[in-house]
């Protein structure tokens, strides 16, 4: 379990300038306030430094999360949270905090939003299963698996490994935001929902699980973020996979979608993180 590291510390000079850094690399538009990576930087000390005194103190609190709907690559909208950038900032230095915690315990079927991996890495992965006979996939699409996931659940599996109570409310803070606007019928919270800086790692920690109950039946599971095939040798074996991951993804209160999940078979041919892969081929479709 993660030692409490002092809150000045955690919050040091150095940290919010490393933060502020990888938040102005990613870009990204302005959140309620307005603010663009111009307008901060213009006062850049200042702004960091104010943002720090507030963590320090734990006065800091999110303003709230406007959301945007982009088109999946499998069809429909996807709903993306736009934070402002003294969010942001503050998301990343928890970030940069918590990844090393779990980045060690994470296992090898995992290749999504990880140091040193990536979907070139995925991609050969399927490959080496599929050369050594496994030809047979289940392509799943779990439903809406980041506005899905169980805020308390969530909560739990960090308090496993993270014993610094600041950054579990600051976690518990982010995932209770408001939204700005929510559709009608949405929840009103901001949960895990995609667009947060610490959107992709609190997807990773909660599909951990998953991850470990999959390998332990002997499953060769390949997942980047919540995209995941599982490749096996025979039909039947896919079939009893299918029901495998439909039964451990409902102990993590999530679903997959039965529309766009299916077995197929190489000779088929299927898409998977933008590469189409048929018969000893793939083909990359951007």
Not at 58 to 73: D, E, I, N
Not at 111 to 124: I, K, N, S, T, W
Not at 234 to 256: V, Y
């Amino acid at each position: 379990m993660a030692g409490s590291e002092p809150v000045t510390g955690l919050f040091s000079p150095e940290a919010m300038a490393r933060a502020w850094l990888q938040v102005k690399a990613n870009g990204g538009g302005p959140g309620v306030d307005g603010k663009t990576i111009r307008d901060f930087e213009a006062r850049l000390e200042e702004n960091l430094e104010a943002l720090r005194q507030e963590l320090i103190r734990g006065t800091y609190r999110p303003q709230p999360v406007m959301r945007v709907l982009v088109p999946k690559p499998k069809g429909g909208l996807r709903p993306l949270a736009i934070w402002t950038l003294r969010d942001r900032v503050a998301q990343r230095v928890v970030y940069d905090y918590l990844e090393p915690i779990f980045e060690e315990g994470f296992l090898d079927c995992s290749y999504g939003f990880r140091p040193g991996r990536g979907v070139e890495d995925a991609v050969q992965a399927v490959l080496s299963h599929r050369d050594d006979g496994c030809r047979w996939v289940v392509d799943a699409d779990i439903k809406n698996c980041f506005d899905s996931m169980d805020s308390r659940l969530l909560m739990r599996f960090l308090r496993r490994k993270v014993r610094n109570r600041i950054v579990l409310r600051l976690v518990k803070t982010w995932l209770d935001a408001r939204i700005f606007n929510p559709a009608p019928g949405e929840k009103g919270r901001a949960g895990a929902s995609q667009g947060g800086i610490l959107s992709p790692l609190l997807c990773n920690i909660y599909l951990h699980p998953f991850d470990v109950e999959m390998t332990k039946q002997g499953l060769r599971l390949v997942r980047y973020a919540d995209d995941f095939v599982i490749l096996c040798r025979h039909n039947r074996e896919a079939e009893k996979a299918l029901k495998a991951a439909e039964r451990t993804l409902a102990r993590l209160k999530l679903n997959l979608n039965p529309h766009k999940t299916r077995i197929v078979h190489f000779d088929q041919g299927f898409k998977f993180l933008g590469v189409f892969f048929l018969r000893n081929e793939h083909f990359y479709l951007s």
